[in-house]
């Protein structure tokens, strides 16, 4: 993969992982991402090339951020997958969801997947593309 993989215990990524990220478990930090000051992170995680973290964003595994992704300050982000080139606005708490690609969010918003009446997690995925329904003429 070429990316640095960080075991449990603090770590320094060439520069891009500030030394105050509190990290546990499995996580993947690709080249040319960054994570910055006061981001906790709790495997599995992979952050794609290029993608951003900002300051005390959370990321709780298993979360995958495409390449030039970003999440914003304060965002929470728990079983999610975000598309590259995707922007998680500040503050916007993500719950068992796909976050398609040319998603626009708005600054604290909260969205989460669907849960049954066994407890079992179904993912939503959010997506500005057209869809064969968007096309239909009625």
Same mark, same amino acid.
């Given at each position: 993969?070429?990316?640095?993989?960080l075991e449990a215990g603090p770590s320094v990524c060439e520069? @891009? *992982?500030? $030394?105050?990220?509190?990290?546990? %478990?499995?996580? =993947?930090?690709?080249? &040319?991402?960054?994570?910055?000051?006061? !981001?906790?992170?709790?495997?599995?995680?992979?952050?794609?090339?290029?993608?951003?973290?900002e300051q005390n964003a959370t @990321? *709780?595994? $298993?979360?995958?951020?495409?390449? %030039?992704?970003? =999440?914003?300050?304060? &965002?929470?982000?728990?079983?999610?997958? !975000?598309?590259?080139?995707?922007?998680?606005?500040?503050?916007?708490?993500?719950?068992?969801?796909?976050?398609?690609?040319?998603?626009?969010?708005?600054?604290?918003?909260?969205?989460?997947?669907?849960?049954?009446?066994?407890?079992?997690?179904?993912?939503?995925?959010?997506?500005?593309?057209?869809?064969?329904?968007?096309?239909?003429?009625?």
């Amino acid at each position: 993969a070429g990316g640095v993989v960080l075991e449990a215990g603090p770590s320094v990524c060439e520069g @891009l *992982v500030d $030394p105050t990220v509190d990290q546990d %478990g499995t996580v =993947v930090i690709e080249q &040319g991402a960054s994570v910055a000051e006061g !981001v906790t992170i709790e495997g599995p995680v992979y952050v794609g090339r290029g993608a951003v973290v900002e300051q005390n964003a959370t @990321l *709780v595994g $298993p979360v995958a951020l495409g390449a %030039g992704s970003s =999440v914003g300050q304060n &965002g929470y982000l728990e079983r999610v997958t !975000v598309f590259p080139d995707t922007t998680v606005p500040a503050q916007v708490r993500l719950n068992d969801v796909v976050l398609g690609p040319n998603c626009e969010l708005s600054t604290a918003a909260h969205l989460a997947g669907l849960t049954d009446e066994v407890g079992r997690g179904t993912a939503a995925f959010v997506s500005t593309m057209p869809t064969l329904h968007d096309r239909l003429p009625y």
